[in-house]
Protein backbone atom coordinates (compact mmCIF):
# COMPACT_ATOMS: atom_id res chain seq x y z
CA UNK A 1 0.00 0.00 0.00
CA UNK A 2 1.32 3.52 -0.34
CA UNK A 3 0.54 6.77 0.69
CA UNK A 4 1.37 8.39 -2.83
CA UNK A 5 -1.85 11.09 -3.60
CA UNK A 6 -3.88 10.17 -6.70
CA UNK A 7 -2.65 12.56 -9.59
CA UNK A 8 -5.10 15.20 -10.70
CA UNK A 9 -7.12 14.61 -13.85
CA UNK A 10 -5.30 15.36 -17.13
CA UNK A 11 -7.35 18.54 -17.92
CA UNK A 12 -6.02 19.72 -14.41
CA UNK A 13 -2.54 19.17 -15.32
CA UNK A 14 -2.76 21.00 -18.70
CA UNK A 15 -4.79 23.94 -17.36
CA UNK A 16 -1.70 24.45 -14.52
CA UNK A 17 1.00 24.05 -17.53
CA UNK A 18 -1.15 26.90 -19.25
CA UNK A 19 -0.58 29.23 -15.86
CA UNK A 20 3.12 29.00 -16.38
CA UNK A 21 3.42 29.86 -19.87
CA UNK A 22 3.63 33.79 -20.71
CA UNK A 23 0.02 34.95 -20.96
CA UNK A 24 -1.24 38.05 -23.13
CA UNK A 25 -1.55 38.10 -26.86
CA UNK A 26 0.88 36.45 -29.46
CA UNK A 27 4.33 38.48 -30.11
CA UNK A 28 3.58 38.88 -34.23
CA UNK A 29 -0.15 40.21 -33.96
CA UNK A 30 1.24 42.90 -31.48
CA UNK A 31 4.00 43.90 -33.66
CA UNK A 32 1.50 43.70 -36.39
CA UNK A 33 -0.85 46.33 -34.96
CA UNK A 34 2.39 48.47 -34.31
CA UNK A 35 2.80 48.78 -37.91
CA UNK A 36 6.23 45.83 -38.65
CA UNK A 37 4.17 44.66 -41.32
CA UNK A 38 1.59 41.51 -41.78
CA UNK A 39 1.60 39.00 -39.28
CA UNK A 40 3.82 36.70 -41.71
CA UNK A 41 6.61 39.69 -41.61
CA UNK A 42 6.69 40.25 -38.31
CA UNK A 43 7.07 35.87 -37.76
CA UNK A 44 10.13 36.59 -40.18
CA UNK A 45 11.65 39.29 -37.87
CA UNK A 46 11.12 37.16 -34.71
CA UNK A 47 12.87 34.25 -36.59
CA UNK A 48 15.85 36.63 -37.48
CA UNK A 49 16.65 36.70 -33.80
CA UNK A 50 15.66 40.67 -33.93
CA UNK A 51 13.05 40.86 -31.16
CA UNK A 52 14.00 40.62 -27.55
CA UNK A 53 10.94 40.40 -24.32
CA UNK A 54 11.94 41.93 -21.23
CA UNK A 55 15.50 41.34 -22.94
CA UNK A 56 15.16 37.80 -23.93
CA UNK A 57 15.38 36.54 -27.40
CA UNK A 58 12.41 35.94 -28.75
CA UNK A 59 10.92 33.06 -30.34
CA UNK A 60 7.98 32.31 -32.52
CA UNK A 61 4.59 31.17 -30.41
CA UNK A 62 5.79 33.54 -27.83
CA UNK A 63 3.12 35.84 -26.04
CA UNK A 64 3.20 39.38 -24.49
CA UNK A 65 1.46 41.06 -21.89
CA UNK A 66 1.33 44.76 -23.49
CA UNK A 67 0.86 45.98 -20.17
CA UNK A 68 4.23 44.36 -18.10
CA UNK A 69 6.54 43.02 -20.79
CA UNK A 70 9.39 45.29 -22.66
CA UNK A 71 9.10 44.53 -26.65
CA UNK A 72 12.35 45.41 -28.66
CA UNK A 73 13.29 45.09 -32.16
CA UNK A 74 16.80 45.96 -33.03
CA UNK A 75 17.67 46.69 -29.83
CA UNK A 76 15.26 49.63 -29.49
CA UNK A 77 12.11 48.93 -27.03
CA UNK A 78 8.75 49.57 -29.10
CA UNK A 79 5.68 51.16 -27.19
CA UNK A 80 2.86 48.13 -26.91
CA UNK A 81 1.68 49.78 -24.35
CA UNK A 82 -2.27 50.96 -24.50
CA UNK A 83 -2.43 54.45 -24.52
CA UNK A 84 0.78 55.41 -25.79
CA UNK A 85 0.20 58.61 -28.43
CA UNK A 86 2.51 60.31 -30.96
CA UNK A 87 1.45 63.74 -32.17
CA UNK A 88 2.96 64.99 -35.30
CA UNK A 89 2.79 68.94 -34.74
CA UNK A 90 3.62 71.93 -37.10
CA UNK A 91 4.66 74.39 -34.37
CA UNK A 92 3.83 77.93 -35.21
CA UNK A 93 6.26 81.16 -34.49
CA UNK A 94 5.56 82.91 -30.87
CA UNK A 95 4.96 79.25 -29.35
CA UNK A 96 6.73 78.07 -26.87
CA UNK A 97 8.10 74.08 -26.31
CA UNK A 98 7.39 73.85 -22.50
CA UNK A 99 4.07 73.02 -20.38
CA UNK A 100 3.46 76.65 -18.95
CA UNK A 101 4.72 80.24 -19.21
CA UNK A 102 5.26 82.51 -16.49
CA UNK A 103 5.10 85.40 -19.61
CA UNK A 104 1.48 84.00 -20.52
CA UNK A 105 2.80 83.58 -24.45
CA UNK A 106 1.22 80.00 -26.04
CA UNK A 107 2.45 76.59 -25.51
CA UNK A 108 2.51 73.67 -27.43
CA UNK A 109 0.47 71.48 -25.37
CA UNK A 110 -2.45 73.92 -25.79
CA UNK A 111 -2.27 72.78 -29.66
CA UNK A 112 -2.79 68.81 -29.10
CA UNK A 113 -5.43 67.06 -26.63
CA UNK A 114 -5.19 67.93 -23.15
CA UNK A 115 -5.70 63.99 -22.26
CA UNK A 116 -3.56 61.92 -22.16
CA UNK A 117 -0.61 64.73 -21.06
CA UNK A 118 2.25 64.69 -23.77
CA UNK A 119 5.71 66.52 -23.89
CA UNK A 120 7.62 67.18 -26.30
CA UNK A 121 11.05 65.30 -28.01
CA UNK A 122 13.20 68.29 -28.03
CA UNK A 123 12.60 71.84 -28.21
CA UNK A 124 12.21 74.54 -30.80
CA UNK A 125 12.64 78.17 -29.29
CA UNK A 126 9.50 80.33 -29.83
CA UNK A 127 11.00 81.91 -33.01
CA UNK A 128 11.15 78.42 -34.63
CA UNK A 129 7.83 76.95 -36.52
CA UNK A 130 8.44 73.85 -38.30
CA UNK A 131 7.66 70.23 -37.00
CA UNK A 132 7.80 68.84 -33.22
CA UNK A 133 6.89 65.24 -32.08
CA UNK A 134 4.94 64.85 -28.67
CA UNK A 135 4.15 61.88 -26.97
CA UNK A 136 3.66 60.31 -23.75
CA UNK A 137 5.85 57.12 -24.58
CA UNK A 138 9.05 58.33 -22.57
CA UNK A 139 11.45 55.61 -23.46
CA UNK A 140 11.32 56.57 -27.30
CA UNK A 141 11.47 60.13 -26.40
CA UNK A 142 14.41 59.47 -24.75
CA UNK A 143 16.17 57.25 -27.53
CA UNK A 144 15.88 59.79 -30.10
CA UNK A 145 16.65 62.64 -27.53
CA UNK A 146 19.97 61.22 -26.20
CA UNK A 147 23.02 62.10 -28.30
CA UNK A 148 23.98 57.94 -29.30
CA UNK A 149 20.43 58.36 -30.60
CA UNK A 150 19.93 61.44 -32.13
CA UNK A 151 18.31 61.43 -35.29
CA UNK A 152 18.79 63.89 -38.21
CA UNK A 153 16.36 66.92 -38.28
CA UNK A 154 16.28 69.08 -41.20
CA UNK A 155 15.83 72.73 -41.26
CA UNK A 156 15.40 75.40 -43.91
CA UNK A 157 16.86 78.78 -42.77
CA UNK A 158 16.17 82.49 -45.09
CA UNK A 159 19.49 84.16 -44.17
CA UNK A 160 20.44 87.94 -43.94
CA UNK A 161 23.05 88.63 -46.42
CA UNK A 162 22.10 86.90 -49.83
CA UNK A 163 23.37 84.54 -51.81
CA UNK A 164 25.87 82.30 -49.07
CA UNK A 165 29.12 81.72 -51.21
CA UNK A 166 30.67 78.26 -50.93
CA UNK A 167 33.38 78.66 -48.62
CA UNK A 168 31.03 79.69 -45.64
CA UNK A 169 29.03 76.12 -46.98
CA UNK A 170 32.04 74.50 -46.49
CA UNK A 171 32.47 75.27 -43.16
CA UNK A 172 28.83 74.92 -41.71
CA UNK A 173 29.65 71.58 -43.44
CA UNK A 174 32.32 70.59 -42.00
CA UNK A 175 31.61 71.97 -38.17
CA UNK A 176 31.74 75.23 -36.95
CA UNK A 177 33.44 76.61 -33.66
CA UNK A 178 30.80 77.77 -31.14
CA UNK A 179 31.06 78.86 -27.21
CA UNK A 180 30.04 75.29 -26.30
CA UNK A 181 32.78 73.31 -28.79
CA UNK A 182 33.10 72.65 -32.44
CA UNK A 183 29.67 71.48 -34.45
CA UNK A 184 29.37 68.18 -35.69
CA UNK A 185 29.83 67.86 -39.18
CA UNK A 186 26.31 68.57 -41.22
CA UNK A 187 24.39 68.52 -44.36
CA UNK A 188 24.13 72.11 -45.99
CA UNK A 189 23.02 72.71 -49.50
CA UNK A 190 21.62 76.05 -51.09
CA UNK A 191 18.17 75.55 -53.45
CA UNK A 192 18.09 79.33 -53.54
CA UNK A 193 20.07 82.41 -52.91
CA UNK A 194 20.02 82.84 -49.29
CA UNK A 195 18.02 79.68 -48.37
CA UNK A 196 19.57 76.79 -46.85
CA UNK A 197 18.75 73.71 -45.99
CA UNK A 198 20.68 72.62 -43.10
CA UNK A 199 20.84 68.66 -41.39
CA UNK A 200 22.43 68.07 -38.29
CA UNK A 201 21.75 65.42 -35.60
CA UNK A 202 22.30 67.56 -32.61
CA UNK A 203 20.32 69.20 -30.57
CA UNK A 204 22.03 72.01 -29.47
CA UNK A 205 20.20 74.83 -28.03
CA UNK A 206 19.54 77.24 -30.94
CA UNK A 207 22.35 75.17 -33.23
CA UNK A 208 21.28 76.39 -36.67
CA UNK A 209 21.05 80.42 -35.52
CA UNK A 210 24.33 80.62 -34.16
CA UNK A 211 25.83 78.49 -37.12
CA UNK A 212 24.38 81.14 -39.54
CA UNK A 213 25.22 83.35 -37.57
CA UNK A 214 29.08 82.37 -36.96
CA UNK A 215 29.28 82.68 -40.86
CA UNK A 216 28.29 85.61 -41.18
CA UNK A 217 24.22 85.01 -42.18
CA UNK A 218 22.06 85.71 -39.45
CA UNK A 219 18.82 83.87 -39.64
CA UNK A 220 15.92 85.97 -40.35
CA UNK A 221 13.25 83.06 -40.45
CA UNK A 222 13.85 79.56 -39.34
CA UNK A 223 11.82 76.34 -39.98
CA UNK A 224 12.38 72.83 -39.47
CA UNK A 225 10.82 70.44 -42.06
CA UNK A 226 11.89 66.73 -40.93
CA UNK A 227 12.18 65.02 -37.97
CA UNK A 228 14.12 61.68 -38.95
CA UNK A 229 11.88 60.33 -41.57
CA UNK A 230 9.04 62.05 -40.13
CA UNK A 231 7.94 65.20 -42.41
CA UNK A 232 4.27 66.34 -44.01
CA UNK A 233 4.20 69.54 -46.07
CA UNK A 234 0.08 69.46 -45.81
CA UNK A 235 0.42 70.62 -42.10
CA UNK A 236 -0.75 74.06 -41.78
CA UNK A 237 0.88 75.38 -38.64
CA UNK A 238 -0.66 75.13 -35.51
CA UNK A 239 -2.07 72.02 -36.73
CA UNK A 240 -1.54 68.30 -35.67
CA UNK A 241 -2.23 64.24 -36.19
CA UNK A 242 -1.26 61.16 -35.14
CA UNK A 243 1.43 59.36 -36.60
CA UNK A 244 0.50 56.52 -38.58
CA UNK A 245 1.70 53.04 -37.69
CA UNK A 246 4.31 53.23 -40.64
CA UNK A 247 5.62 56.50 -39.48
CA UNK A 248 6.27 55.18 -36.07
CA UNK A 249 7.99 51.56 -37.44
CA UNK A 250 10.36 54.01 -39.02
CA UNK A 251 11.27 56.04 -36.65
CA UNK A 252 11.74 53.23 -34.42
CA UNK A 253 13.83 51.85 -36.86
CA UNK A 254 16.18 55.16 -37.71
CA UNK A 255 16.81 55.42 -33.92
CA UNK A 256 17.97 51.97 -33.92
CA UNK A 257 20.00 52.56 -37.16
CA UNK A 258 21.78 55.41 -35.58
CA UNK A 259 22.32 53.44 -32.46
CA UNK A 260 23.98 51.12 -34.13
CA UNK A 261 26.36 53.43 -35.86
CA UNK A 262 27.23 55.13 -32.90
CA UNK A 263 27.84 51.87 -30.93
CA UNK A 264 30.15 50.97 -33.93
CA UNK A 265 32.32 54.29 -33.66
CA UNK A 266 33.02 54.08 -30.30
CA UNK A 267 33.85 50.57 -30.52
CA UNK A 268 36.96 51.61 -32.78
Not at 170 to 193: H, M, N, Y
Not at 196 to 214: D, F, S, W
Not at 252 to 267: F, I, K
Amino acid sequence: MTNREPEPPLWEQLAEQSKQLPQGERLQKVMAVHGFGSRRVCEDIIAEGRVTVNGVLAELGRRVDVEVDVVSVDGVEIGVRPGLVYYLLNKPVGVVTTSSDTHGRPIVVDYVPAEPRVFSVGRLDADTEGLLLMTNDGELANRIAHPSHGVEKEYLAEVAGGEVYQGAIRRLRDGIELEDGVTAPAKVAQPSPGILRIVIHEGRNRQVRRMCEAIGHPVTRLVRTRIGPLSDRRLKPGEWRELTQPELRLLTEAVALVAQRYDSDHEQ
